[in-house]
């Protein structure tokens, strides 16, 4: 079955200027978690839909938000941009995401870079 | 606060040996722990969830501990092959949805 696909895979914003990324779950998986990654900080959470509601959200400001659709497409926004706001945005799916053997099945990624 | 350590940035072994990587918390107790690998330019691919009431959890080669004594989990993969040079990443979740305090990765690196 295909995976998590994410568009676009690379983009250059300028500072200022707001971006939104894509993600396509595996089909019939529900829950749909955000993260960012960055040599400094790793892997941080940003925020989880599950059936179209946000259910979980990290520590990130108000520039950064998101949103599912009823087909559990997911999308994430983030205004303002800002330098430090080049990183890969990675998408992962998962059935019911939390307690799974299956963990999630992340995305490849969109490296945003913002110049 | 909440966090989650790995205990070296780089870990260079020879092919056939076993690799072991240390995973530790603190100030939180997690309700599992999750191994991920990670190649460059690629999102992370899931190994191995172990639960807080398992004491150790096996795949192929790989095999997983939890002590939630020490609040420890340790990774190991037996004879080792080039190919399973990537970065792994522990992370943990509790019951409460589909959120992931990730380490910040050890840098395996095995040679023929």
């Known amino acids: 079955k295909a995976g998590v696909t994410q568009t676009p895979r690379y983009l250059i914003k300028t500072r200022g200027q707001q971006v939104t990324l894509s993600c396509s779950p595996i089909?019939?998986?529900?829950?749909v978690s955000w993260y960012q990654q960055t040599p400094g900080q790793g892997l941080q959470f940003l925020f989880e839909y599950f059936s179209e509601t946000q259910r979980n959200k990290g520590n990130f400001p108000g520039r950064f938000s998101g949103r599912q659709f009823s087909n559990s497409r997911s999308e994430m926004n983030v205004s303002t941009l800002e330098l430090g706001d080049s990183a890969l945005y990675l998408c992962?799916?998962?059935?019911?995401?939390?307690?799974?053997?299956?963990?999630?099945?992340f995305g490849s990624g969109t490296r945003l870079t913002v110049v | 606060s909440q966090k989650i350590e790995q205990n070296s940035e780089a870990l260079n072994i020879q092919e056939g040996k076993t690799a072991t990587l240390t995973c530790n918390y603190t100030n939180y107790s997690p309700a599992y722990l999750q191994w991920y690998r990670q190649d460059p330019g690629r999102g992370p691919v899931f190994l191995l969830l172990?639960?807080?009431?398992?004491k150790e959890k096996r795949k192929e080669r790989l095999k997983v501990t939890f002590d939630t004594t020490l609040k420890q989990s340790l990774f190991h993969i037996t004879a080792s092959q080039p190919a399973d040079s990537a970065t792994y990443l522990c992370a943990w979740g509790n019951n409460q949805g589909g959120k992931l305090i990730f380490g910040q990765g050890t840098e395996l690196s095995v040679k023929p």
């Open positions: 992962a799916s998962s059935l019911e995401g939390a307690l799974t053997n299956y963990g999630y099945t």
């Open positions: 089909s019939g998986h529900r829950s």
């Open positions: 172990i639960r807080e009431n398992e």
